[in-house]
């Protein structure tokens, strides 16, 4: 690690001020240019000891930029994880209200809830999807604390993966009733088809990105609890949103999830 224990705790303070009164930052890296990613991952889990400490419920785990298209985008080879908030979590066909967000976009997800705990190293598919109780589709709101959402992947994984607000629901599916690889997305904003795609855009199969989380944990000392619900990262590219606009989406045999931006 490169930087001391009072910077970590200096950053986590201001992304999280950032995030809970939506205002915009530079990227941390441009005034720490020598972290690591032990220290972004630092000041994502002090951020996430303060919402702890606060009261705040974690109410699942995230897997981001797993999509190959926004890796190639990114220049990156590896996902990052982060974790969503009690908060965040915005009922099927609720409203988000904007004045709360900076700049949020919408990413559809096939989202995953354990019955078993799974720890890695060596977590494979299929581990993963022995392990998994049941899948169903969720819509992801990312909104990063970064200005026009300029960031290098060590900032991002600090400001706890762009991670906001989540919508989940639908039909809820056994993991081996579905092929998720050939799972169709339709995403859809006032009524318009603006995205779509399958599951195997994500890493090949979803659940990868499930076992790509439970290695990082497992290389922390962690593991995924049994009961978790963990996001598995946008099947597309992540589509912005402004007031006013309804979102909606489609899963092949899953149902639909939506949300309204006021
Ligand atoms: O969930 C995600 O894929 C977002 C990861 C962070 C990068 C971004 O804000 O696009
Ligand atoms: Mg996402």
């Known amino acids: ?43 994502q889990d002090e951020i996430r000891r303060r919402k702890i400490a606060r009261g705040t419920r974690i109410a ?4 981001g930029l797993t999509s190959f298209a926004k890796m190639k985008q990114m220049g990156v080879e590896t996902p990052v994880f982060g974790f969503v908030t009690d ?15 900076i700049h ?6 096939i989202v995953f809830v354990m019955k078993r705990a799974l720890k890695g190293p060596g977590c494979h598919i299929g ?31 600090a400001d706890n993966t762009s991670s906001s607000r989540f919508v989940v629901g639908g039909r809820i599916k056994v993991a081996d009733a579905v092929d998720m690889r050939t799972l169709g997305v339709v995403l859809e904003k ?45 099947i597309t590219e992540a ?9 909606t989406l489609r899963v092949q045999d899953l149902g639909s999830v939506s949300c309204r931006f006021v």
């Open 1 to 43: 690690m490169k930087l001391d224990k009072t910077t970590i705790d200096k950053l986590a303070e201001h992304l999280e001020y950032c995030e809970l009164n939506a205002r915009d930052t530079l990227k941390i890296t441009d005034d720490h240019p020598d972290m690591d990613w032990d220290d972004a991952y630092a000041i």
């Open 60 to 63: 699942g785990l995230k897997a």
């Open 87 to 101: 908060y965040g979590a915005i009922p099927d066909g609720g409203e988000i209200k904007m004045k709360e967000l």
């Open 104 to 109: 949020p976009k919408v990413e559809p997800e």
């Open 127 to 157: 581990a993963v999807l022995a392990a998994t109780d049941f899948i169903m589709p969720g819509i992801e709101v990312i909104d990063s604390r970064y200005r026009d959402f300029k960031f290098d992947l060590k900032s991002v994984i």
């Open 190 to 234: 006032n009524g318009e088809v603006v995205a779509l795609g399958a599951g195997a855009a994500v890493l090949g199969h979803p659940a990868t990105a499930i076992a790509l989380l439970a290695n990082h944990l497992g290389a922390r000392g962690e593991e995924i609890p049994a009961g978790a619900m963990i996001l598995s990262g946008g």
């Open 239 to 247: 589509v912005a949103v402004k007031s006013g606009d309804n979102i």
